[in-house]
């Protein structure tokens, strides 16, 4: 039953906000239902820390380091972003944009993807797995399409078309596995569990195996936002409200990446590391390069921030791809740092959608003076998502770059030459584009003052993890960090 709870929580939570009348006390159980996950996923932490893995109802679900990782990453932002859209969703709900009715609804939908992220990172068994990651889609197509005005239901039915295709693709990816493993472990229940398939993954059929890989690196690299599968990306991100579009960013993409991971440890024992490490690497460099020229020349905050996760998750696929210790340890570390300073990114836009009513940059100047907390957040974040000393993803990025140059792999050096440059034109692109937002001249005259104490109190929230790991990694995440290259390594 330890690890059920961690799902119970949230759909007891949805449950109870759509049930729930009156447009304010939904939110407060919201807040409670988020906290309570955030807190009770720390104590499996704490279990996983000390028994390395846990497993319960006869190896349905199973948690290690990789699982630990990414949930601590969907409660610690579902419960900022719960805190977020206290405030958030209230100026909007005060504003006439939605009735009451509708915003319970949010609050459901909103835990019922906090579920869903949950359940893709302590199933074992792949199949279900690919089932969560599917649902992750339809829980969410809603959420993108919440105000029903054309341009939010195009990009709806835009996420839900490419992901759905995607995620097919990404079946047959579970298909082939299982047929190559059946002849392993024979035509049983849990042929398709991660545990029992890891044991015997040197006796798979390798053409399969790795035919297998690239269906599912295609096929959930689409809902990771790895180009050139990432096309929906910036459309859903751009008109979901500002709380979804951080769990995107920061939460939903990484729980891609993860089922990607767990195929990438059973290619690596069946075939070896250099096929799918490869692929890694071709696909990882393939978005960073695609992000470029987008963030270059963009006039909208909200899409430049969704075109930064295609360059992020990108790195973090370069990062698994090298292979070396501190290379999978930057890119996990990376993961966590990637969130935290994307969501806070995106709690910035919120507030600044809701201040100045356009997420069109040239029609926003002068933030520092307008609103100064969200303009000193805004410039800590830039600075942090672009890599910028000391921050916390300039240590994630070191790292990477650190151990990919000494490793003495000629094409590995090649490729990190390259995304060296990459990075480089992307600061400029992003450092030019928000700092004439935060401290140009103001066209318009705009009232000085936030919007909500609840949206600053959940960038706060986020700002403590960004500043913390810019100068100290706790050493609870160390030690999982350093699991997880364990579990990579002895694949």
Known sequence: MIIPLLLIIPIITAVACILTKGHAIPKYISIAGSFITLAYNIFLNYNIYTHHSLIGLNGFFYMDALSILTTQIVTLVGFASSL??????TVEFNAGEFTEKKLRWYYFLFHMFIFTMLMVCVINNLGIMWVAIEATTLSTTFLVGFYNKKQHQEAAWKYIIICTVGITLALFGVILTYHSSSSALGEIGYTLNWTNLLTVADKFEPHLIKLAFLFILIGYGTKAGLAPMHTWLPDAHSQAPSPISALFSGVLLNCSMYGIIRYHIITSKCVGADYSCTLLMVFGLISVIVSIPFILVQRDYKRLF??????????????????????????????????VAKSLLFFCAGNLFLKYKTREMEGIRGVIKTTPITGVILIIAVLAITGTPPFNIFVSEFMVLADSFSSGNAFIIVFSSLLVVCIALIFVGFVYNVFKMIFGAPVQAIPTGEVSKFTIAAMCFLLFFVMIISFYVPPLLREILSNIYDIVRNA
């Open 306 to 339: 969704a075109f930064s996760s295609i360059e992020h998750i990108g790195f973090i696929a370069l990062g698994m791809g090298f292979g070396g210790m501190y290379s999978v340890y930057g890119a996990e570390l990376h993961t966590f740092n990637h969130a």
């Open 84 to 89: 977020y859209s206290a405030g958030y969703m």
